[in-house]
């Protein structure tokens, strides 16, 4: 999920959308009052952030939801925005930086490459020694990382 954040975003939310009809006044009357209050009449509580006009599309956006709306028919839609469940807390974790982690993850390194290197020459001899198969798997073990490196970088 990590990889595929320019398409999708499970840590910021899972939307929702409700079709609705309103009335609109003329565009000279339409201003950030005017947005705040139908905000207000379509049941939306959050922080307002902006409203604007464009190409007879009459857009309001609010903190977790945006509405759009048709200038000339009244036609539009509101579009609201939640964290998704379990999914936002577990990808905030793998976002953290905090110095605590990046210790821990240094030091985690640090034990697996100790635990690596003792396991290569715990057996001295016969056919699973490091002379007669580790190397072959050392050396697996740095070749295909590469390959993936080099083909999907």
Do not use: C
Request: charged share 25%; glycine share 6%.
């Amino acid at each position: 999920m990590m990889n595929h954040r320019e398409a999708w975003h499970p840590e910021k939310y899972t939307s929702e959308t409700k079709s609705i009809e309103v009335q609109l006044p003329e565009e000279s009357k339409i201003n950030e009052d005017f947005a705040k209050d139908l905000g207000k009449k379509l049941g939306i509580d959050d922080k307002f952030r902006r409203q604007r006009i464009k190409k007879n599309q009459f857009t309001i956006s609010f903190e977790k939801h945006d509405v759009e709306i048709d200038m000339k028919t009244g036609k539009g839609e509101i579009i609201s925005f939640f964290k998704t469940p379990i999914i936002s807390q577990s990808m905030s974790l793998h976002k953290n930086t905090s110095n605590f982690w990046i210790y821990y993850s240094d030091i985690f390194a640090i034990s697996l490459i100790i635990i690596a290197l003792t396991g290569t020459i715990m057996i001295k001899a016969g056919k699973f020694s490091f002379k007669e198969r580790g190397w072959k798997l050392a050396v697996a073990g740095v070749v295909f990382p590469l390959i993936f490196l080099f083909l999907f970088a």
